[in-house]
């Protein structure tokens, strides 16, 4: 199951900063498990929420190049509070370093200003067609269907900022 944890891109500083929206809805399927009396959004998801910031980041800093941008490593993560249904978790990532092959962030998630995660992220960059050269049409196909989500997300008036 794939999980879309941005719903609103409104800032974008390319190469830099990226400022990013996940509004928590009670009709989110993994809440009926997590918990049912107390539902909040697991932890991991809020983690992931951070890496997909941040891969928003490279790919629009790289102009889409790699098809996928994935998780390599993260590196204190801090857990400080829940996130329950009808809040909205602002995840912030700054671009520490990028090579087109990896790229290094602080990010944060809060919450009415009140952080409720943090991490060090360093993200892999990857084109399939590079270890497998029939692959090039699936790249293709990633990277239009990510250029068009990506489309969705960004306010405009983010666009006009950065």
Not at 21 to 34: I, T
Not at 62 to 90: I, M, Y
Not at 140 to 148: D, G, T, V
Request: charged share 25%; net charge neutral; with cysteine.
């Amino acid at each position: 199951m794939k999980f879309v944890l941005v719903d609103r891109i409104s800032a974008l500083e390319p190469g830099r900063r990226i400022v990013a929206h996940k509004a928590l809805s009670l009709a989110e399927e993994y809440l009926a498990d997590h918990f049912p009396r107390f539902p909040v959004l697991p932890g991991v998801l809020m983690l992931e929420g951070l890496v997909q910031a941040s891969a928003w980041l490279a790919r629009a800093t790289l102009d889409f190049a790699p098809s996928l941008v994935v998780l390599q490593e993260a590196r204190n993560v801090t857990f400080k509070s829940f996130l329950a249904p009808g809040q909205v978790l602002r995840l912030e990532s700054q671009c520490q370093e990028m090579t087109p092959e990896r790229s290094l962030y602080t990010a944060s998630g809060q919450v009415d200003a009140r952080e409720v995660v943090k991490a060090r992220l360093a993200l892999r960059h990857l084109n399939l067609a590079d270890m497998d050269e029939s692959q090039r049409s699936v790249d293709e196909r990633i990277r239009r269907e990510m250029r068009a989500l990506f489309g969705l997300l960004l306010d405009e008036r983010a666009a006009a900022q950065g």
